[in-house]
Nanobody, 116 residues
Framework: QVQLVESGGGLVQPGGSLRLSCAAS????????MAWYRQAPGKQRELVAS???????KYGNSVKGRFTISRDNAKNTVYLQMNSLKPEDTAVYTC??????????WGQGTQVTVSS
């Protein structure tokens, strides 16, 4: 089973940038589809971005053109570069690892707050 630890959250002003990291351990990272989800207070969790083992990416409509997901298999880490942040991006961001045969794992989440 893979274990995930996120980092990089914090407080940023509107229009600013943050980069989230999710470090994986305990399994073969390169075999997993990695994703970032977020959940704001009172709202359902939503997919922010995902990246397959082959490098194909997918983004939620609200972040297209502003966020970029990437992975470094040598470092067992997935990143989420967030630019042009808006107050509505405020949420707990959680990393997910999924593999059809090896299962599904979640990180503990990291808070991102966009406010002036």
């Amino acid at each position: 089973q893979v274990q995930l630890v996120e980092s990089g959250g914090g407080l940023v002003q509107p229009g600013g940038s943050l980069r989230l990291s999710c470090a994986a351990s305990g399994s073969i990272f390169s075999l997993y589809t990695m994703a970032w989800y977020r959940q704001a207070p009172g709202k359902q969790r939503e997919l922010v971005a995902s990246i397959t083992s082959g490098g194909s990416t997918k983004y939620g409509n609200s972040v297209k053109g502003r966020f970029t997901i990437s992975r470094d298999n040598a470092k067992n880490t997935v990143y989420l570069q967030m630019n042009s942040l808006k107050p509505e991006d405020t949420a707990v961001y959680t990393c997910n690892a999924a593999n059809l045969y090896r299962g599904n794992a979640w990180g503990q989440g990291t808070q991102v707050t966009v406010s002036s």
